[in-house]
């Protein structure tokens, strides 16, 4: 008896909650607290998607990224490669081999923005060799680094908004705040140290609120990767894309996310083996998920120019 008259007033505050997104209001701590502690999955997804709607109405967009490995970076651009962004990912050894990594990026992405590491990364390589976070990162820019590729807000302590100031001031956009790890799948905590980073900063256009880490023993449910996107775009407002990773969590997850808050779509292939034919590949499969959930599929490149066709070697279409 307790349980349903339990379950009745949860029913009654989601509606209040979903009265009020209606109108526009912004939501706090404690509503994100019971959207998660909820199970009705289709009035926080049309919440999430009302307010994703509002945002940008139907327009969707992708990223196509190449990547590479700070220790593995390849001698010449490999073949069927059409890419908005080349990203370096892993820690790099040091301050020359990140320079190094960026260099060589730079020489094989004809013209595509190159990003690269965490901001927690640069910041160990900064204190490794005994330089400012600001030196390091403007040598990776003179080396023709164009963003920072992440800031986990996770991880990213106190200082955090003085490390992102400092990698600005160097001249490299930080513009995508992502989770390392997220132990609780009910967490509310990233979600709100991205919109309290927004608050400090600014400048910050997407957030990816599932985590780049998993459990392999408790690995979180589709389930929860929904009301953690939807959570997070109704949390966050201050920040104008809400993103969810095409590699990583597979297209039938991301395609669940652009309607439940989602408005953007990192990490899809770049690469092309021409095997399957141009109907199966990855930019139609992108262009055709986006479309099936009645949604406008936009290309975009690592710094946001929208129209960019993957080519390279010069400015794309606005």
């Not at 339990?6 to 607290?33: C, N, P």
């Not at 959207?35 to 049309?46: K, R």
């Not at 990594?101 to 595509?112: D, F, L, R, T």
Request: proline share 4%; aromatic share 4%.
């Amino acid at each position: 008896m307790e349980d349903d008259q339990r379950g009745v007033e949860s029913v009654s505050a989601l509606d209040g909650l979903a009265e009020r997104v209606t109108a526009g209001a912004t939501i706090t701590e404690a509503d994100a607290r019971l959207m998660l502690a909820s199970h009705d999955l289709i009035a926080i997804g049309v919440m999430g998607d009302a307010v994703r709607r509002r945002l940008h109405g139907a327009r969707t967009t992708f990223v196509r990224v190449f990547e590479i490995h700070v220790n593995a970076p390849p001698a010449g651009r490999p073949l069927h490669v059409s890419a908005g962004e080349f990203r370096i990912i892993g820690r790099p050894a040091s301050f020359e081999a990140a320079v190094k990594a960026v260099g060589a990026a730079s020489a094989i992405a004809s013209g595509v923005p190159v990003t690269g590491f965490s901001l927690i990364d640069l910041q160990g390589v900064a204190s490794e060799s005994g330089q400012r976070l600001d030196a390091v990162c403007s040598a990776l820019r003179s080396a023709g680094l164009a963003a920072v590729a992440e800031v986990p807000v996770d991880l990213a302590g106190d200082a955090a908004a003085d490390a992102v100031n400092a990698a600005r001031s160097a001249g490299l956009a930080v513009t995508r705040l992502t989770v390392h790890a997220l132990p609780d799948a009910r967490a509310i905590e990233p979600a709100v140290r991205a919109r309290d980073l927004q608050l400090a900063t600014g400048g910050f256009r997407v957030f990816a609120p599932l985590p780049r880490t998993m459990s392999v023993t408790e690995p979180s449910s589709g389930y929860d990767d929904v009301k953690q996107v939807a959570m997070a775009r109704l949390l966050a407002a201050n920040i104008e894309s809400i993103q969810v990773d095409w590699a990583l969590y597979g297209p039938k997850l991301a395609q669940v996310a652009l309607t439940t808050g989602a408005d953007d779509v990192d990490n899809v292939a770049a690469q092309e083996s021409g095997a399957l034919g141009t109907r199966r590949s990855s930019l139609e499969e992108i262009r055709g998920n986006i479309r099936a959930a009645g949604l406008e599929p936009i290309e975009r490149n690592a710094v946001f120019e929208c129209g960019w066709n993957g080519a390279g070697g010069g400015a794309p279409a606005e």
